[in-house]
């Protein structure tokens, strides 16, 4: 029991001596804080400074810088209902520059599908020095004011002459040059009295008063008149009011192959069953018209497919599929640039007055200049509809006199 009482108390004077030991060492502590033994020593702290930023690269907005290229832009639809033609002219834009091998030219294409007015000031602003394109005349009108503030030229693909002009060029194929082109073939051959067969619209309105200017310049005379509009019957109706003036030489039709090949039939039923038939160069779009048997014989106006068919075999080997008769434009609007940039210095404004070539440029469509009014005159033939082909029967001429 001795032992198991005495072991408490040794424990309990070791706890007191310990804490004696912790006490006496705080007191050190406090007297060696309250009481400097002398001087503190300096203390080499950093000058207080701003950091410095890390230099970021220069980043600009747009597409970068190119200094050994000139920027040329394409705006041409690339979604909604239009993007099989606005497709198939990039890829035609895109032939063209390897084709000819050109390491100067950068195009960059811009969908007009999302707003023609908002995709040339995204080209403006990028640095583009010249418009290929819109496709669509209502494009023209919203893009041309922008580009003409800028002074960047347009050379567009619309057809619509009323917007040409003040530095907007239509490389289009205008209606009313192959209305004067067939006209005056037929004139040649004997036909003297014309008729015509044209939709309600602008278009028929400007085929009309080509009709009518083209007759009298070749020395014939419009005998009928008669519109028709998209309503059932209504074609049928103009037909029968032009069989009062019936016979004629010749008729225009001014309206789609397939829609002829329609009125054709009831055109020979009532008073006309020999008379010439006429069109524009509007047939020269639709692969069906070989096909169309009441249309055999039919002459129309365009530019020639000579060198066209042997693009379009070009182009169903690269993309592998057939190109949109249309893309013809973007090929030869590529190289109607290239063949200027030899007075284009990099970086400089597109020399506009270049455009204004009475001697004329060369492409797939063949030959074609710029008139005053900003509209391309083009060198046409003359086809005839023969079944499974159409054969040129008035070759075009190979270029322009001075």
């Known amino acids: ?59 600009d907005a747009g597409i970068p810088q190119d200094v050994a290229r000139q920027r040329v832009a394409l705006l041409v639809p690339l979604t909604g209902g239009n993007a099989g033609v606005g497709l198939s002219i990039a890829n035609a834009t895109q032939m063209a520059v390897l084709d000819t091998r050109n390491d100067r030219i950068r195009i960059t294409n811009y969908d007009t599908n999302m707003g023609a007015a908002n995709a040339a000031r995204r080209a403006i602003a990028d640095g583009n020095r010249l418009i290929l394109g819109p496709l669509l005349a ?53 036909l003297n009295s014309f008729a015509g067969l044209v939709p309600n619209g602008l278009y028929g309105e400007r085929a009309s008063t080509a009709l009518l200017r083209a007759v009298e310049s070749a020395g014939g005379q419009v005998v009928t008149l008669q519109t028709y509009d998209r309503a059932p019957g209504s074609i049928t109706a103009a037909i029968t009011r032009m069989a009062k003036n019936a016979p004629y030489d010749a008729v225009l ?76 434009l973007g090929y030869d609007a590529v190289l109607l640039t290239v063949r200027i940039m030899r007075d284009w210095p990099i970086g400089a404004p597109f ?34 509809v023969r079944p499974g082909a159409t054969s040129a029967v008035s070759p075009a001429p190979g270029g322009f006199g001075k």
């Not at 002074?151 to 209606?175: E, K, Q, W």
């Not at 007055?353 to 060198?379: C, H, Q, S, T, Y």
């Open 138 to 190: 209502d494009d023209v009108r919203a893009v041309a004011p922008i580009a003409h503030a800028a002074g960047v030229p347009l050379i567009s693909f619309s057809n619509d002459t009323g917007v040409a002009g003040n530095g907007t060029y239509l490389l289009g194929h205008a209606p009313l040059q192959s209305i004067e082109r067939v006209v005056n073939y037929a004139h040649d051959r004997g």
């Open 1 to 59: 029991m001795a032992e198991a009482a005495g072991k408490p108390q040794r424990l309990v004077s070791l706890f007191r001596k310990m804490a004696l030991v912790v006490v006496g060492a705080t007191a050190l502590a406090g007297c060696q804080t309250v009481v400097p033994r002398g001087p503190a020593p300096p203390v080499n702290r950093p000058v207080a400074t701003r950091p410095v930023p890390t230099q970021q690269p220069r980043v």
């Open 351 to 384: 020399p506009e007055g270049r455009l204004d070539d009475r001697g004329g440029f060369a492409g797939i469509d063949g030959a074609f200049r710029f008139g005053r009014d900003g509209v391309a005159e083009r060198a046409l033939e003359v086809q005839e």
């Open 253 to 328: 039709i001014a309206d789609s192959a397939g829609t002829a090949a329609v009125a054709v039939p009831i055109i020979r039923k009532n008073g006309a069953p020999s008379t010439q038939v006429l069109g524009t160069d509007l047939w020269n779009t639709d692969s069906s018209i070989t096909g169309l048997a009441a249309l055999n014989g039919a002459w129309f106006a365009s530019v020639s497919d000579t060198l066209y068919r042997q693009y379009a075999v070009k182009y169903r080997a690269r993309f592998g599929t057939a190109p949109y008769r249309l893309s013809s």
